[in-house]
């Protein structure tokens, strides 16, 4: 009678989530799916003291783990100073865009190379993670160009590689390239830390804690334990 009463009790939580079966089922096979994917990406910081310029480089290299992963797929064949300047495009794209554009006299040949490029790296950083987590990692507006180019297996079939290259090269036709070098940077720093773990003392010595504050309310995944920095900050403003 327990048994039965346990599993009664089960279904009716159940069915204020999921309308039949069928749904339940959907769920626990993606769930089950989830748990055999390596896992994502951790990050521990502590001892910001609100220096904020170089906490948002370490946020953006990913600590490392972006160049690393350059490193592994171009290693072979690109130089130490094409991989360098591929990373600090992702790291701050909309500033390397600009200096670009006053150096490069074919831009259409660069932004060709250097979407593909991008996509591979995007490829290789987002692989331990469902499509689902990652399509919905995109705010840009771009969501299902990137979804379609990150899934497609350009290479193995004539016709998938034509559609592959044919989406570049619309990209780039309709003068989108800057925008969706963005979209793609943003998804792989996005990707390149999954959760993020502060251990205190985002206060003290640095000028801008606030900042620091601020960027934090928007990262999408993180727990923090406060220091003892923080902690004489939190009460040296209530004794104002």
Known sequence: MENKYNKQKYLELLSKEYRNINEVTEEIINLQAIINLPKGTEMFLSDIHGEYEPFVHILNNGGGIIKSKIDSIFGNTTTEKERATLATLIYYPEEKLKLVKQKKQDLKEWYTITLYRLIEVAQKISSKYTRS??????????????????????????????????????????????????????LIKRMAIDHLHILGDIFDRGQSPDLVIEKLKKFHSLDMQWGNHDIYWMGASLRE
């Open 133 to 186: 987590k990652v399509r919905k990692a995109i705010n840009s507006g771009f969501e299902y160009v990137i979804d379609e180019l990150l899934h497609s297996q350009a290479g193995n079939e004539k016709d998938k590689e034509k559609y592959y290259t044919a989406i570049i090269k619309t990209i780039i036709d309709l003068e989108q390239a800057e925008n969706f070098i963005i979209a793609i940077s943003d």
